[in-house]
Nanobody, 124 residues
Framework: QAQLVESGGGSVQAGGSLRLSCAVATRDIFTSNCLAWFRQAPGKEREGVAA????????FYADSVKGRFTISQDNGKFTVDLQMNSLKPADTAMYYC????????????????WGQGTQVTVSS
């Protein structure tokens, strides 16, 4: 059984919006220290997009998405969402959900659990 399942990806024109959702299979994973979204574009390294930690109290964003993306969690549904507005072609990537930060900063990506990803394509 997949522990993290992403949905909501698709194709959109620049300036548009998408909302990604990550369904978390268990309470233990959902209540881990941090939940996060990462992305990886073809030929590029994976990069952190946003994280929500300490039960939703703290939010972190990559500079490239601040003011455009919002991460949130639904404690009743065990989901972590990423609202993406004002999308740019540079946002095109496979987006991955991650949970349970093992060490270091969230941005470094040392998470124990990963989803399979959902593709986001932004055309100009």
């Amino acid at each position: 059984q997949a522990q993290l399942v992403e949905s909501g990806g698709g194709s959109v024109q620049a300036g548009g919006s998408l909302r990604l959702s990550c369904a978390v299979a268990t309470r233990d994973i959902f209540t881990s220290n941090c939940l996060a979204w990462f992305r990886q574009a073809p030929g590029k390294e994976r990069e952190g997009v946003a994280a929500i930690c300490a039960g939703g109290i703290r939010e972190f964003y990559a500079d490239s998405v601040k003011g455009r993306f919002t991460i949130s969690q639904d404690n009743g549904k065990f989901t972590v969402d990423l609202q993406m507005n004002s999308l740019k072609p540079a946002d095109t990537a496979m987006y991955y959900c991650a949970a349970d930060l093992e060490r270091g900063s969230w941005y470094d990506g040392a998470f124990a659990v990963w989803g399979q990803g959902t593709q986001v394509t932004v055309s100009s």
